[in-house]
């Protein structure tokens, strides 16, 4: 078994920042690729970025180039999410979500509780 438990979420303004913490543990691979996804009201879940093992490939969505920062601790089986200059289209519940890489690609396999994160205008 996998876990991965979020945190950081919360209640900001618009132009804040904030940091999101998701810890794998159990039989998580040091050599996952790790992401975050999230949904909006509404809406239905999207990719908002991911880092393989070594943290030396991401993958950003339009939407927040520029203003989030993705980074990981593979010892630690961590990955931190630095959000900035937050928007209120920003407001989602943000998942975590692990998986192996294969030939196919990223296999999102594993998926944390969710943290909320609201942006007030």
């Known amino acids: 078994q996998v876990q991965l438990v979020e945190s950081g979420g919360g209640l900001v303004q618009a132009g804040d920042s904030l940091r999101l913490t998701c810890a794998a543990s159990?039989?998580?691979?040091?050599?996952?690729?790790m992401g975050w996804f999230r949904r909006a009201p509404g809406k239905e879940r999207e990719f908002v970025v991911s880092i393989n093992w070594s943290g030396s490939s991401t993958s950003y969505a339009e939407s927040v180039k520029g203003r989030f920062t993705i980074s990981r601790d593979s010892a630690k089986k961590t990955v931190y999410l630095q959000m900035n200059s937050l928007k209120p289209e920003d407001t989602a519940v943000y998942y975590c979500?692990?998986?192996?890489?294969?030939?196919?690609?990223?296999?999102?396999?594993?998926w944390g509780q969710g943290t909320q994160v609201t942006v007030s205008s």
């Open positions: 979500a692990a998986g192996p890489v294969t030939t196919t690609g990223y296999e999102w396999h594993y």
């Open positions: 159990g039989r998580a691979s040091s050599t996952y690729v």
